[in-house]
């Protein structure tokens, strides 16, 4: 069956650290993968997408990794600072029901605690 | 420019009663895409709408029904309310139709059943 996991568990971290979350995919083979972030009681908000032919993309001082052979993503934040404490969810096309065109399909999410 | 609306921003229901979510997306944006969240389930698709065409469907059953006005907005409805659709509706608009698109979500509608 097709699955999309990301660590459920809450990712505490120093501020000035580096934060590392992964998403991991079984099952699916997506043309790219996309990142969100999403604070509580509010919608997700895009950060990234990489396509498959990209191994590596950067914004700022966020940067995310595309393995296709491992089937896994790596969302880092560099410097992580307070404000940079929500739930990050990837997210990663799929076919849905109709054919016509796909659909995103998001992981659990991870939490991520940025302490001062 | 605005971003996505969503109308109302909380509701109440009680079990077997039917609900109709509204969804306004960004001016230009042609695609809405309708998600429910909970805690247990996370993020789920539930359909995509492009020029007034439902392009996409998830897997829910058809209790949980939509449409597209010619202007874009979107109306989302559950029929016969069950305990277990409590959650919160997350509505998505993007320029283009299909999961390429970045998605600009809403801040949602908080349904509870009761």
């Known amino acids: 069956s097709q699955k999309i996991e990301q660590n459920s568990e809450a990712l505490n971290i120093q501020e000035g650290k580096t934060a590392t979350l992964t998403c991991n995919y079984t099952n699916y083979s997506p043309a790219y993968l996309q990142w969100y972030r999403q604070d509580p009681g509010r919608g997700p908000v895009f950060l990234l997408l990489i396509r498959e032919n990209e191994k590596e993309k950067r914004k700022e001082r966020l940067k995310v990794t595309f393995d296709t052979t491992l089937k896994q993503s790596l969302f880092h934040i560099t410097a992580s600072q307070p404000a940079d404490s929500a739930t990050y969810l990837c997210?990663?096309?799929?076919?849905?029901?109709?054919?016509?065109?796909?659909?995103?399909?998001f992981g659990g999410g991870t939490r991520v605690l940025v302490k001062p | 420019k605005a971003g996505v609306t969503q109308t109302p921003r909380y509701l109440i229901k009680t079990r077997g009663q039917q609900v109709t979510l509204s969804c306004s997306p960004i001016?230009?944006?042609?695609?809405v895409s309708w998600y429910q969240q909970t805690p247990g389930q996370g993020l789920q698709f539930l359909f995509e709408?492009?020029?007034?065409?439902?392009?996409n469907k998830g897997n829910f059953p058809g209790r949980f029904s939509g449409r597209q006005f010619s202007n874009s907005r979107s109306e989302m409805n559950v029929s016969t309310l069950e305990l277990g659709d409590s959650a919160l509706y997350l509505c998505?608009?993007?320029?283009?139709?299909?999961?390429?698109?970045?998605?600009?979500f809403g801040p949602g509608t908080r349904l509870t059943v009761l």
């Open positions: 997210a990663l096309e799929s076919r849905g029901i109709k054919a016509a065109g796909n659909k995103l399909t």
């Open positions: 709408y492009f020029s007034e065409t439902q392009r």
């Open positions: 001016s230009g944006h042609r695609s």
């Open positions: 998505a608009s993007s320029r283009g139709q299909g999961a390429y698109n970045e998605q600009f």
